[in-house]
């Protein structure tokens, strides 16, 4: 009883998964764009850092 429960609260997120394993191309096109944006602000938070510890 508690594995079926389990498995049916779980039934959404393994249907999402098995469309989103049907896609990798936008998969890859979706990290990509998020690996830009967190560089970018990766980079501006470093900046910050430096600037702050007179880095420079």
Do not use: H, Y
Not at 8 to 31: A, S
């Amino acid at each position: 009883m508690l594995t079926e429960t389990m498995l049916e609260g779980m039934r959404p997120m393994m249907e999402k998964r098995n469309e989103i394993v049907k896609k990798p191309k936008d998969v890859e096109e979706i990290i990509a764009e998020g690996t830009k944006k967190a560089q970018l602000v990766a980079t501006s938070t470093l900046d910050r850092a430096k600037q702050a510890m007179k880095f420079k």
